[in-house]
């Protein structure tokens, strides 16, 4: 079925120009607003909603007619921790249900509804900061006397080796033991780096004692590694956060230990340790679950209740114990959030994930606890469990995949499945597939990223592509959530020859690519300083065969972004904005060019589109 042009003005989400109140307590009453085109064939709208399990239709108030728009009011009650609701549009041409998943002909499932949170406990910070992600080993090293040192340890045949920075390992280097020195009072030194690019929040991949240099078989929950600097190290660097206004997380790894932990070298030596119930042995002490089939990396068994209160539950818990003072951190990121607490016929993992966010939050209630997670963690992100995740799934494979094509693997799956071609239509259903069953308020709180230092890099993802990567960067930068880079993406670092993603920081500035680098900060700088990509909501206003264009709009200010990514340029011309609420005589300014742009005629005529975006800020429809 065809639906009518006019529903495409049809618009709401949880944001302030729909939403009262983006955190309403227990008991507490917000008004709900629906934008619609002025001149829709509308009669009456109804508002849908299921309190206590029980269907609720109340009629909605004629609003302001704001043209092109027409507002439809109604109070709702916060009587449930979740309280979902839709909208049904009594039109002349018909019946329309608009949910979260956008306008239907038929009835929609519950799961589409708009949902609001009663008592929401997340954090308020995040909205305001811009992250970036540092490997230690890999950004700078500090301090060389606390390098790793071949007589040090071995493993399994293997000795730590110290390499000449950015020197590429050999090729029968272990991976795991190949170390440049990188550590936090490299990180500390460079602070000033990173506050002029405009950063305000840093995420730390694991500092606990390991072998390894990525860190994440842990041998010890309670110290910072050695070759990091220690525990001083990271007091330390905490201070010099603090002098600065900047925060940081910590990444925690609960799903596993390493293989030298001590819990587990108790286990194997003796199978009635207490700690051997911490794992599970399918024939002791050989056969045992770990993390995908490494053997270094033993899977943690949260059957054990001993277990639960070591990481989560007790008072000096590792969850519990690293927020508080000295290291003082501000939140964690939690290490493969999809897998922790399951494990075949065991399920525990919204158990575990429920009693993690109750410790957290009674240790430190502003901490931001975000998950790891390449799939759908909607399940996950109701806000009972994690603040938010790593949004590979909700965000960035769809932009990797309309940028460079369609690519999805998975463990032990020989083969990928490929396309070339991603359609622009794919990529904003998922984005509003993710959005519409998430709380709004959740759905701000999520880790946007272009990469990391489990996938490639962007710059090669996209094969040196200059205009490509701006156009990526900026979408991070204006879409819905808390947006996190990747050490090295904004000078144009690519993958490394045999270190992957994880490559070493460049330091000389002669090798930068600059523009690149003032591009990241002029959007940062955007990105900080305007409430419509804080907590501003999100409406595709154009979808094309090579182009997206999309609205962040909140009280205050509207921000217009629209991306291109072929090689042959998008011709100039108009683009209807009408059904975006935005009125005739609006004006926008092209942050690049300094041109100025105004509505007509329900219109805005663009320029010539190039490969990349071009992003235009409001002049004043909001005043």
Request: charge should be negative; aromatic fraction near 12%; proline fraction near 7%.
């Amino acid at each position: 079925m065809t639906y009518p042009n006019w529903l495409l003005s049809v618009h709401h989400d949880g944001s302030e120009l729909y939403v009262s109140k983006l955190r309403p307590r227990l008991g507490e009453t917000v008004q709900l607003r629906l934008r619609v085109a002025h001149l829709a064939p509308v009669r009456r709208v109804v508002l849908r909603t299921f309190p206590d399990g029980e269907q609720a239709l109340t009629a909605m108030r004629r609003g302001a007619t704001q043209p092109p728009a027409q507002w439809w009011e109604a109070d709702l009650f916060i009587g449930q921790p979740t309280n979902h609701y839709r909208f049904i549009i009594d039109a002349a041409d018909g019946l329309w249900h608009y949910s979260a998943a956008g306008p239907s002909d038929f009835v929609p499932l519950d799961q589409t509804d708009f949902r609001i949170l009663a008592d929401y406990d997340g954090p308020e910070w995040p909205a305001t900061s811009v992250f970036y992600q540092i490997f230690p080993d890999r950004f700078a090293n500090g301090d060389p006397a606390t390098d790793p040192r071949p007589d040090e340890y071995e493993y399994r045949g293997y000795r730590p080796v110290t390499y000449p920075w950015e020197t590429p390992p050999p090729a029968d280097a272990f991976f795991p033991l190949v170390f440049y020195g990188g550590d936090l009072p490299g990180i500390e030194a460079r602070l000033d780096y990173l506050t002029d690019l405009g950063v305000n929040a840093l995420y730390l991949n694991p500092v606990f004692h390991a072998y390894s240099n990525h860190k994440y078989d842990v041998a010890d929950y309670d110290h910072v590694d050695p070759h990091l600097g220690g525990d001083a190290a990271l007091v330390s660097l905490r201070r010099a956060l603090d002098a600065r206004g900047m925060r940081y997380l910590l990444d925690i790894v609960p799903n596993h230990c390493g293989y030298w932990h001590p819990w587990f070298q108790s286990a194997l030596a003796d199978p009635s340790a207490p700690e051997a119930e911490y794992f599970t042995f399918r024939r002791h002490p050989d056969e045992y679950a770990s993390w995908l089939g490494v053997w270094t990396l033993p899977k943690l068994n949260y059957l054990s209740a001993a277990l639960r209160r070591c990481i989560y539950e007790d008072a000096d818990a590792v969850f519990r114990r690293w927020l508080r003072p000295p290291f003082s951190a501000d939140g964690w990121r939690v290490d493969v959030a999809n897998m922790l607490g399951r494990q075949g016929e065991t399920q525990l993992g919204q158990e575990i994930n429920r009693g993690i966010r109750r410790a957290v939050k009674e240790t430190r209630a502003d901490a931001y606890l975000m998950g790891e997670h390449f799939f759908d963690a909607t399940d996950q992100l109701q806000g009972d469990q994690w603040d938010g995740v790593m949004n590979y799934g909700g965000f960035a494979q769809s932009l990797w995949y309309w940028l460079s094509g369609y690519r999805q693997g998975a463990h032990g799956f020989a083969e990928s499945l490929t396309a070339p071609y991603w359609p622009t239509t794919a990529m904003t259903a998922t984005w509003q597939s993710r959005l519409a069953v998430t709380p709004w308020a959740v759905a701000l709180q999520q880790y946007n990223l272009l990469g990391s230092h489990d996938t490639e890099r962007i710059r090669t993802r996209l094969n040196g592509d200059d205009a490509l990567h701006r156009l990526a960067t900026a979408v991070l930068l204006t879409f819905p959530g808390v947006p996190g880079l990747y050490y090295g993406d904004e000078i144009g670092l690519m993958d490394a020859p045999g270190l992957n993603s994880r490559g070493c920081m460049i330091w000389d500035e002669a090798r930068w690519n600059r523009p690149l680098r003032d591009y990241h900060r002029a959007l940062i700088q955007l990105r900080r300083h305007s409430p419509a990509l804080q907590r501003g909501g999100f409406q595709v206003i154009l979808t094309e065969a090579e182009t997206v264009g999309y609205q962040r709009e909140s009280a205050a200010d509207r921000v217009l972004v629209f991306a291109h990514r072929a090689q042959e340029p998008r011709p100039a011309g108009a683009v209807p904005v009408a059904h975006g609420g935005i009125p005739n005589g609006a004006r926008f300014v092209d942050l690049d060019s300094g041109a100025e742009l105004a509505v007509a005629d329900g219109a805005l005529s663009l320029p010539q589109l190039e490969r990349g975006a071009l992003i235009l800020q409001g002049l004043g429809d909001r005043e």
